[in-house]
């Protein structure tokens, strides 16, 4: 990705490390002791690269196993650990699932159908699954850290929150060597696990009487706190912090924004980025649709009749309320969807998003947005034969009839019946709420189209996380595109470069006239990074889906 005398550079730093003479051989042996943190509770030793000059950490520990009596509870402080832990493997996972597969608004009593999920990133090994899975991995450049924690001062820092549908994705799936690599070795990187699927997202009245809805969104709040008490010892800047994530990542910032009424203190970030923004509905804790998911794992796990539900779902073995977990998100969602999501509980996310974001007042200084030009294509049954208005009509159940016809023909010239279906997810569940943010930060925004063909959701992220060769294997085009999340994230400017060879022009901010930047490639192969005036049709669909954010529940 990068240059020859860039590789050449790296290679040098670290043949310049220490090096020691082997006492039983005239060759010259290259050691390098990799660094050890203490965080208090425990001290981790990372492992140092010396062909990229890094050093990871890998598996660190940021809060206590959710188990037992701490299910639907929020993260704690960790154990104290004696000893040196060595920080080199990645740890477990989170237990995952799948999004829906019922080609109609889901009616109990549900069916379990196969479902493929979204493509996803590549892992060296898959780890795992575990209850015990709020760890984190950080990735520091060099091989040496600083001896006393830094305050203000230090690297900018990016934290990266995984995608996944809050069902899906793990640490292990998204190296953040990556993206140090991409900055040239000039941040610290943070990628953060948190609790899924049921584990994470199950809401009720008696969860939020005896615990915590969106105990996911906790998780990942426990990890930022994480960050502003213990970066400085990797060497990072706790007053330079960037959130980061694609899909439901990206749906996690979106939650970070609108946190606390917009107003979260102390402050846990500066940057806000999004790759692909992910809004479905989000019902309040107690609303039908998260009861009856309640409901139906009290009946997968046998404690539909126990006197405190709640206590016994915390009893129950993990392996049945992992097949309660499993079995209600692939079959009793609509295709392409998914169950268990942040749910809206008056406290940390206080109302629906929408109106936060209506308001104005939001989280962090600035924001900078990403999306593909076919977002919703990969979440829409392509061999079902929809008509437009049923579509809308199970993909928003509570629409009323006349919203559903409006939204209907406002999609009725894009082509096939399909085609308006792929147009109709995408708009209103990925694209559309990254205009709702954009509009919120006047003059602080930057909007970019990923659109090398197909353009599909999660086709951008092998461009940024490249440590496989993606399909449009073009440096240039790489470079211009994986450095201008870096630049935000280093320096608050999308348009201040650290390397002259970045193609990309110079990027108008977005309520400048509605401009974005194209990335794609040219009929010859060549890149193309361009700007482009968003097109007046997306703007007045997404009007439209904003005036019935009520019925939509977002």
């Not at 020859?4 to 006492?23: D, G, T």
């Not at 959710?66 to 299910?71: K, N, V, Y």
């Not at 477990?92 to 196969?114: I, S």
């Not at 348009?495 to 930047?517: C, H, L, R, V």
């Amino acid at each position: 990705m990068f240059s020859s005398h860039r590789r050449s550079s790296l290679i040098c730093l670290a043949w310049s490390a220490i090096a020691l003479a082997s006492p039983t051989s005239t060759s010259l042996e290259v050691r390098v002791e990799a660094p050890i943190v203490d965080l208090g509770y425990a001290q981790y030793q990372g492992t140092y690269n010396a062909t990229d000059n890094l050093t990871s950490f890998l598996g660190i520990r940021y809060a206590a196993p959710p188990t037992g009596a701490l299910r639907w509870m929020p993260p704690q402080v960790p154990a104290y650990v004696a000893g040196v832990q060595q920080a080199d493997t990645n740890p477990d996972m989170c237990y995952q699932t799948n999004y829906g597969g019922n080609n109609t608004a889901p009616v109990p009593p549900y069916g379990l159908t196969g479902t493929t999920g979204p493509l996803r990133k590549r892992a060296d090994a898959t780890p795992a699954a575990s209850e015990d899975c709020l760890y984190l991995n950080v990735f520091t450049p060099g091989a040496t850290l600083p001896a006393e924690p830094t305050t203000t001062d230090g690297l900018p820092v990016l934290v990266w929150i995984h995608g996944g549908g809050y069902e899906a994705g793990y640490a292990a799936e998204f190296p953040g060597n990556d993206l140090l690599i991409d900055s040239d070795n000039q941040m610290v990187v943070v990628v953060m696990q948190y609790r899924l699927g049921v584990f994470g997202f199950l809401s009720s009245n008696e969860i939020k009487a005896g615990g915590a809805v969106n105990a996911g969104l906790l998780d990942q709040t426990y990890a930022l706190q994480w960050v502003q008490e213990n970066i400085g010892k990797f060497g990072g800047n706790a007053a330079h912090v960037t959130i980061w994530g694609e899909s439901a990542g990206a749906g996690s910032v979106l939650q970070h924004m609108v946190a606390n009424g917009g107003n979260t203190q102390p402050p846990l970030f500066n940057y806000a980025i999004t790759s692909s923004t992910f809004l479905p509905s989000q019902y309040y804790y107690n609303d039908r649709v998260p009861e009856l998911l309640y409901s139906e794992v009290l009946n997968y796990t046998g404690c539909t009749t126990a006197a405190d539900t709640l206590f016994c779902l915390r009893e129950a073995d993990v392996t049945t309320l992992q097949t309660a977990n499993y079995n209600l998100a692939s079959s009793s969602a609509f295709y392409g969807t998914y169950v268990f999501v942040p749910v809206v509980d008056g406290e940390f996310i206080q109302e629906r998003p929408s109106v936060t974001i209506a308001g104005g007042k939001l989280n962090g200084d600035l924001y900078f947005a990403v999306g593909n030009s076919h977002e919703g294509n990969i979440f829409v049954n392509q061999t079902e034969a929809y008509m437009p208005a049923e579509y809308v009509a199970n993909l928003f159940p509570d629409m009323t009839q006349e919203q559903v016809e409006q939204a209907a023909y406002l999609y009725s010239d894009m082509g096939t019946p399909i085609e308006q279906a792929n147009w109709i997810m995408g708009d209103s569940i990925f694209v559309c709420p990254t205009y709702y943010l954009l509009a919120a930060y006047p003059g602080r925004s930057w909007k970019g189209l990923f659109a090398i063909p197909p353009g599909y959701h999660g086709n951008d992220v092998i461009y940024y996380f490249n440590g496989t060769a993606p399909p449009y294997n073009n440096p240039t085009f790489i470079n211009a595109f994986a450095q201008s999340f870096m630049s935000v994230a280093m320096y608050g400017n999308v348009n201040q470069k650290y390397d002259p060879t970045n193609i990309t022009p110079y990027w108008e901010e977005y309520s400048a006239g509605n401009f974005e930047m194209l990335f794609n490639e040219t009929e010859s192969g060549a890149p193309l990074v361009a700007p482009f005036t968003t097109d007046p049709g997306l703007i007045e669909r997404c009007a439209f889906w904003r005036g019935v954010t009520a019925n939509t529940a977002q």
